[in-house]
T-cell receptor, first 115, second 118 residues
Framework: KAGVTQTPRYLIKTRGQQVTLSCSPI?????VSWYQQTPGQGLQFLFE???????NKGNFPGRFSGRQFSNSRSEMNVSTLELGDSALYLC??????????????FGSGTQLSVL | AQSVAQPEDQVNVAEGNPLTVKCTYS??????LFWYVQYPNRGLQFLLK??????LVKGSYGFEAEFNKSQTSFHLKKPSALVSDSALYFC????????????????FGKGTHLIIQP
């Protein structure tokens, strides 16, 4: 089985622009979640989608949004980019959230640099 | 609410020596506990988990972790460290009675850099 695929791998944008990141989960996985990773804050949860519905949301401003398609692929969008949005954005997938034996499978991430 | 703490930003160990990466947690119910590892320029990989049962859990790459309910700890251990173990390690907790938190209800610690010196 192919792993979690995130595109693009690297992205450079300027302040004020917007960006869209893509995540394809492992085949058969219906849950996709997004994390922002920075050296100072560690992993911060953005949002989680299951069967095209947002199941959970972290404490991020409305500039951060996401969606999930019927094939479980997910996108996240950040509008009006700020310097502080520079981070590694990680996507993770799992089969069914909430099950006691579930574990997350992570992609390699998209490294976003905002200049 | 639930939380997890990794009190050490960095742990240095000589190759061949035993290693311990510390993790403490706070939940209102019985916790589900996880360890993940991140190698440079990669996503996180699952190492092991504790759900219930034996307090000593064995995982990938020779790692194990001990659940201690009275000390609310879940320290990661390995008897003999390898240089290839050098990576960033994350502890995570989920309270099955708590519907908030992160993805699948998981809350991650800030991570501990493990450096194994040859």
């Amino acid at each position: 089985k192919a792993g979690v695929t995130q595109t693009p791998r690297y992205l450079i944008k300027t302040r004020g622009q917007q960006v869209t990141l893509s995540c394809s989960p492992i085949s058969g996985h219906r849950s996709v979640s997004w994390y922002q990773q920075t050296p100072g804050q560690g992993l911060q949860f953005l949002f989680e989608y299951f069967s095209e519905t947002q199941r959970n949301k972290g404490n991020f401003p409305g500039r951060f949004s996401g969606r999930q398609f019927s094939n479980s692929r997910s996108e996240m969008n950040v509008s009006t980019l700020e310097l502080g949005d520079s981070a590694l954005y990680l996507c993770a997938s799992s089969e069914t959230p909430g099950a006691s034996n579930e574990k997350l499978f992570f992609g390699s991430g998209t490294q976003l640099s905002v200049l | 609410a639930q939380s997890v703490a990794q009190p050490e930003d960095q742990v240095n160990v000589a190759e061949g020596n035993p290693l311990t990466v510390k993790c403490t947690y706070s939940v209102s119910g019985n916790p589900y506990l996880f360890w993940y590892v991140q190698y440079p320029n990669r996503g996180l990989q699952f190492l092991l988990k504790y759900i219930t049962g034996d307090n000593l859990v064995k995982g990938s790459y020779g790692f194990e972790a001990e659940f201690n309910k009275s000390q609310t700890s879940f320290h990661l251990k390995k008897p003999s460290a390898l240089v290839s173990d050098s990576a960033l390690y994350f502890c995570a907790v989920r309270d099955p009675l708590y519907s908030g938190g992160g993805a699948d209800g998981l809350t991650f610690g800030k991570g501990t850099h493990l450096i194994i010196q040859p």
